[in-house]
């Protein structure tokens, strides 16, 4: 096992269609890879609470404004209005409306936490049965 890397194991099953799950995870951490320094850490936590499989991408990057924070946590489309054009990273934000629809589609919640120049929290929430 690679330095940094903790394996704990519990037993939850999420009822899913795997492939849109593995989308919309593979956005969510290239966006956290995207807006991240080369060198920085990048940590990914699964844990089981309350019925509610919880996974957490978290970030060193250059993180959001509050109003990008509030426009995301409302599931606010931010394709037509705040990204007509590319943002700095070249990204349109498609990946990301991505993921919500996924989550939104599996009765989940995808909320985020973060503070601008120091990085980003996304939690992915779903029903699962075990705790």
Request: aromatic share 4%; proline share 2%.
């Amino acid at each position: 096992m690679d330095e940094g890397m903790n394996e704990l194991f519990d037993e939850a099953y999420v009822l899913t269609d795997g492939g849109m799950i593995v989308r919309a995870l593979v956005n969510l951490l290239t966006n956290a890879i995207r807006y991240s320094p080369s060198d920085s850490v990048m940590e990914i936590t699964l844990q089981v609470n309350n019925n509610q499989a919880i996974c957490c991408i978290r970030d060193h990057g250059i993180g959001m404004t509050a109003a990008q924070l509030k426009q995301l946590n409302q599931g606010v489309n931010m394709l037509p209005a705040a990204h007509a054009k590319p943002d700095a990273a070249g990204s349109l934000s498609v990946g990301l409306i991505m993921a919500m629809t996924v989550v939104r589609h599996h009765q989940g919640q995808l909320t985020f936490h973060s503070e601008l120049g120091l990085g980003t929290q996304v939690f992915f929430k779903l029903a699962c049965d075990g705790d």
